[in-house]
């Protein structure tokens, strides 16, 4: 890394190089039987130049191919692609404990006994189709630039997925664990995801209207993909978000406080720093309703002449930064998921959510499917439904919120939100 960041500062003002080294092991388990073992070893290296204002890019996977990369980065030049900001000069951050060396020991044998144990806990509470995922990550990413910045992260995780699938039909209910270290997966989520299960089987078929929604951290991306697309800074610069202008103003009920911490410790892939190298921190988004701040990446603080927030991601290593809320949350409320259900008069739990991309996103609008919907009359689940959608606009959504849960759910840091008024068709 060293050899090429020498290199690219001879031939420009500015540069930045960024090795990512991700270790990947997974286990596939469909219904009791082991369906599939995969391993993946990925190194990306990035280059990022800047020169006379402009944006030199090149990426590969081999420091071998150092001339290869700096040509291309120095092609890149001739697109134009405007650079005005400065890499970071990002020194004595905090560490945090992101890894595990023990996940490095754990191998496929390991993740398919987890996985048979599982299996055998379910099994026992349903006869349906059952299929667990689980996977282990490692990861390491370093990033030198010539602002001397020299930034080094490691992290691991282990990841399960168990699903239980509906009889004579592609819909599923299931739950996701995750953690920084390989562990046996909660007694109380596999509990409820049978539970939940075995109380939605049977179909019914309600009359279409306005009903109470409750969002399941699993549907929870129809809300917050609207709220990331309408508080992203390339959204407030190119003013596509209904939101410019609108700082220090109520958008959302009272209950609603969504902010990003990549500094929580508590779960997998906490961040000192972002993929640019600058200095991450607890941000604010939305804090009791009102709006409070945006998040950028360093070319759209520079184009609004904000500080720069620390959220550039790239969303594969291949890719240049982008601004992403990799953390976010939404605040918990005071209401347990059993009290939440209690308080649904005639509504849907709302646990998987399709085509999250339909309605016009910058605006907050949406109309997604219902992949798995359970019916709720007076507080009791009477069944599920199918062939179902549900629309609305975040913006009213989120001003008609009754409860938001008291807790996160594991594997996704966001509680259930409890919603009046939203409209949904059946068919």
Request: contains cysteine; charged residues 25%; aromatic residues 10%.
């Amino acid at each position: 890394m060293e050899k090429l960041l020498e290199q690219a500062k001879r031939v420009s003002e500015q540069a930045e190089v960024y090795e990512s080294k991700v270790e990947e092991h997974s286990v596939t388990m469909e219904n009791g039987k082991l369906q599939d073992i995969e391993s993946k070893y990925l190194t990306i290296i990035n280059l990022r130049i800047i020169k006379d204002g402009k944006l030199g890019f090149a990426y590969g996977c081999d420091f071998t191919q150092r001339q290869d990369l700096l040509h291309n980065a120095l092609k890149f030049l001739y697109g134009g692609i405007e650079a005005p900001y400065k890499f970071p000069c990002s020194q004595a951050l905090p560490e945090f404990n992101t890894y595990d060396p023990a996940i490095e020991t754990i191998n496929s044998r390991d993740m398919s006994a987890e996985c048979d144990r599982i299996f055998d806990y379910l099994s026992s509470r349903t006869t349906a189709e059952i299929n667990i995922y689980a996977t282990t990550r490692s990861e390491k990413i370093r990033i030198l630039n010539s602002h001397n910045t020299d930034l080094f992260d490691r992290s691991s995780s282990y990841t399960v997925d168990c699903e239980v699938v509906y009889p004579g039909s592609a819909a599923s209910m299931w739950r996701t664990f995750s953690s920084k270290r390989f562990e046996e997966i909660p007694v109380p989520l596999t509990h409820e995801l049978s539970q939940l299960y075995s109380l939605s089987v049977p179909v019914v078929q309600p009359s279409s209207d306005k009903m109470q929604i409750l969002f399941m951290p699993n549907s929870l991306d129809t809300i917050n993909w609207r709220i990331m697309n309408a508080t992203n800074a390339e959204s407030i610069y190119k003013k596509f978000s209904p939101l410019t202008n609108k700082l220090e103003q109520k958008i959302f009920d009272q209950q609603v406080t969504v902010y990003d911490d990549p500094n929580n410790d508590l779960y997998p892939r906490a961040r000192a720093f972002d993929d640019e190298g600058v200095a991450c921190a607890p941000l604010t988004i939305v804090e009791n309703g009102i709006l409070k701040n945006f998040y950028n990446n360093l070319f759209f603080a520079q184009k609004l002449d904000m500080p720069a927030t620390g959220h550039g991601y790239k969303a594969d290593q291949s890719r240049k930064p982008y601004p992403t809320l990799s953390h976010m949350h939404l605040k918990p409320g005071k209401k347990s998921f059993k009290a939440l259900v209690a308080a649904i008069k005639r509504g849907i739990i709302l646990e998987y959510a399709m085509g999250l991309h339909c309605g016009n996103i910058a605006h907050g609008d949406f109309s997604v499917g219902i992949g798995t919907g359970l019916f709720v009359e007076n507080g009791i689940i009477v069944g599920r439904v199918k062939d179902a959608m549900v629309a609305g606009n975040i913006y009213e959504t989120l001003n008609q919120v009754i409860h938001i849960e008291d807790r996160f759910h594991l594997g996704s840091q966001m509680p259930a939100i409890l919603c009046d008024g939203v409209s949904v068709s059946i068919k």
